[in-house]
């Protein structure tokens, strides 16, 4: 190959999806019933079973291959392969009435098909997935001494999606978003709604960066405690219902205040913590974003963090879109801005793969954003079009379209603060919450947040 000259793009993987078996399910004349499984990634449907009769003696054999084809030509797909999983639906296939012209179906359960393996290298990774039921299904609330319902699944692909020197190039991060503590006393106004969002900047390759937003979090008042074990959210779910937004066997992390990074771990924040935390009203995410950074998107990474040490996180909320939009309101809006600004150095240090902790929540400021990230211009305008349209439409990808990807560097700064984010709104309530993010991060207003890394 000539110098300077592009090594040439990969022909697309074909990665085939089999749906072998499924066992003790449960329809509305109890455990001998016909089903069919639907198989889903995002909002394109990848096949269906044919229809089996499962007994209680024997499993429904389907044996159905379905396939997803991945392409190279754009990191962000195998950056999607991370976060989103393949969705199986299984369905109860009723017998068809007298003068009907198609039989009549019921939607018994859902479980979700992590893709993560494939981008670690493995080629035909193995499942025994449990089915969760669904609201007002057959299967919702199924005894404890009964066995559950499962589904056996396979992946197959013919060559690893990643060879071993672009895994030993690569980077594959998670950023879990865990809560915003101590909001505003005025996020509590009866009969509003609101979406509340976190949000930061990733680089997809070397020149361009892509916003990841956070958009489901949920106010809860104090006095709903939180439960212990808390699983991780997929981070777009698709059309997947009640436990099946959770990724399997991936809970929060629980760490010590002293093991923590962030800026709330000396003993003098104690009580400060253990009040938001335990009394006072939040935001919750718990939602994990997996996120694939090629070569030379992880040394972008690493440069930027070696160059300023803090990643800014943007917290916001967001009125809910109307049904009767006019013109003038198509442009979206948001109150409350805030900034988190998290000390991502130690990823660089040798050993270190993860972080973890409660940040301070700042009144967004332009000029002080520049001063500590070097970056321009606040993501906020972008941020409410994708979290809008990750609500309402959540089996979308998040990135912008070819040619539609907004450069996050090139607006000016603006002098001032926020006007979004007034100064008597965070000294008590904002801006000394603790978010709890996990590279993994924690914060004050306590925001919590983990990141994962493999630097």
């Known amino acids: 190959m000539a110098d300077g000259e592009l090594p040439p793009i990969r022909s697309p993987e074909q990665v085939t999806v089999t749906v072998r078996r499924a066992r003790n399910l449960r329809g509305l004349r109890g455990d001998s019933l016909v089903s069919q499984i639907k198989v889903e990634f995002g909002d394109k449907v990848l096949g269906e079973t044919p229809k089996v009769e499962c007994m209680p003696d024997s499993p429904a054999e389907y044996n159905h291959n379905s396939t997803l084809t991945v392409t190279f030509e754009d990191p962000a797909f195998l950056d999607e392969l991370g976060y989103k999983p393949i969705l199986l639906t299984i369905i109860e296939v009723l017998p068809k009435e007298k003068k009907a012209k198609e039989e009549k179906t019921l939607n018994l359960g859902q479980c979700t098909v992590d893709l993560m393996p ?188 070696a160059k300023t040490r803090y990643w800014p996180m943007e917290v916001m909320r967001v009125p809910l879109p109307s049904g009767n939009k006019t013109k003038k309101d198509d442009d979206g809006s948001f109150s409350y801005h805030g900034v988190v600004y998290i000390n991502m150095a130690p990823l660089l240090y040798p050993g270190v793969k993860r972080i973890r902790g409660a940040y301070r929540v700042y009144a967004y400021d332009e000029r002080e954003v520049f001063e500590k990230t070097k970056r321009k211009g606040a993501l906020a305008d972008e941020v409410v079009k994708i979290a809008s349209g990750m609500l309402f439409r959540n089996t979308q990808s998040p990135f912008a379209k070819k040619g539609a990807d907004k450069a996050v560097d090139k607006k000016e700064p603006k002098k001032g603060a926020s006007a979004m984010l007034k100064p008597s709104d965070t000294n008590s309530q904002v801006e000394d919450a603790p978010v709890n993010v996990e590279v993994n991060i924690p914060v004050w207003r306590v925001f919590t947040l983990e990141f994962s890394s493999y630097m």
């Not at 505003?184 to 361009?208: F, H, N, R, V």
């Not at 000396?266 to 694939?292: F, G």
């Open 118 to 305: 494939l981008l670690r290298g493995e080629v035909n990774p193995k499942y025994t997935l449990q089915v969760h039921g669904l609201p007002s299904s057959p299967m919702e609330n199924i005894p404890a001494e009964v066995p559950k319902p499962e589904v056996d699944v396979e992946l197959k692909v013919n060559e690893a999606i990643l060879s071993e020197s672009q895994l030993s190039e690569c980077n594959l991060m998670t950023i879990t978003t865990e809560s915003l503590f101590s909001p505003p006393d005025s996020w509590q106004m009866p009969g509003s709604q609101y979406i509340y969002t976190a949000s930061l900047p990733l680089p997809i390759t070397s020149e361009k960066e892509n916003v990841v937003v956070f958009p489901s979090g949920q106010l809860k008042p104090g006095i709903e405690k939180e439960v212990p074990n808390k699983q991780k959210k997929w981070f777009i779910p698709g059309s997947a219902q009640g436990n099946a937004i959770y990724i399997p066997d991936s809970y929060v992390s629980s760490d010590t205040y002293e093991e923590e990074a962030g800026d709330f771990r000396s003993k003098d924040d104690r009580e400060h913590r253990i009040v938001a935390e335990q009394d006072k009203n939040r935001v919750t995410w718990n939602t994990e974003r997996r996120s694939y950074l090629d070569s030379s998107a992880t040394k972008s990474f690493q440069d930027k963090i």
